[in-house]
């Protein structure tokens, strides 16, 4: 299966900073990649999908980016809002697709 | 709006079975396929299965592969898990998720609030 490592795996950071995630793939994945927020006691919600196009609805300080094997999510601003913990997934080797670790996200 | 509401988790003895279902609402369930991702206790998610929007094509995680089946009835749309031979790997909370495509892409835009399946003795 192909290993996705993310990294850091947590953050703190201030209101206004800039924010970049970042998701290694163990191969190429061309841009199959999609990412995920996540806060307490809720599900996982689509945020960028294909690397880089946004979910109608995320908010555009949200931008993804890469291809291969490195892709980054960046928030331009960080938000009140933005607090929890983001999943890269690789939808590459369907059906083995396979999600990273998570980033704990605090404001 | 979109709405998956999973219903049929509860504690499970190990060895046992369990079925959990996953009403939807708000959108067209027979032009999506569906899945079903687990997430462990304060872990990371892990796919478990999917099917096709006409419900002619499944398939599994390896971990859950000859244990598990994932169904669908469009007529009353409804996801369902039948999950056998259980054991406290199993323990999660069980999503459905919505498809982005009625070819599956594997990206998930909708979630459940999910389900969970606790296995102890």
């Known amino acids: 299966d192909i290993q996705m490592t993310q990294s850091p795996s947590s953050l703190s950071a201030s209101v206004g900073d800039r924010v970049t995630i970042t998701c290694r793939a163990s191969?190429?994945?061309?841009?199959?990649l999609n990412w995920y927020q996540q806060k307490p006691g809720n599900p996982p919600k689509l945020l960028i999908y294909?690397?880089?196009s946004l979910q109608s609805g995320v908010p555009s300080r949200f931008r993804g980016s890469g291809s291969g094997t490195d892709f980054a999510l960046t928030i331009s601003s960080l938000q009140v809002e933005d607090f929890g913990t983001y999943f890269c997934?690789?939808?590459?080797?369907?059906?083995?697709?396979?999600f990273g670790g998570g980033t704990k996200v605090e404001i | 709006q979109v709405q998956l509401v999973e219903s049929g988790g509860g504690v499970v003895q190990p060895g046992r079975s369990l079925r959990l279902s996953c009403a939807a609402s708000?959108?067209?369930?027979?032009?999506?396929?569906m899945h079903w991702v687990r997430q462990a206790p304060g872990r990371g998610l892990e796919w478990v299965a999917v099917?096709?929007?006409?419900?002619?094509?499944?398939f599994y995680a390896d971990s859950v592969k000859g244990r598990f089946t994932i169904s669908r009835d469009n007529s009353k749309n409804t996801l369902s898990l039948q999950m056998n031979s259980l054991t406290a790997e199993d323990t999660a909370v069980y999503y459905c998720?919505?498809?982005?495509?009625?070819?599956?892409?594997?990206?998930?835009?909708?979630w459940g609030q999910g389900t969970l399946v606790p296995v102890s003795s």
């Open positions: 708000g959108f067209t369930f027979s032009n999506y396929a």
């Open positions: 191969q190429s994945i061309s841009i199959y």
């Open positions: 997934q690789q939808s590459y080797s369907n059906p083995r697709v396979t």
């Open positions: 998720a919505r498809d982005t495509s009625v070819v599956a892409s594997y990206c998930f835009d909708y």
């Open positions: 294909a690397s880089s």
């Open positions: 099917i096709s929007s006409d419900g002619t094509n499944k």
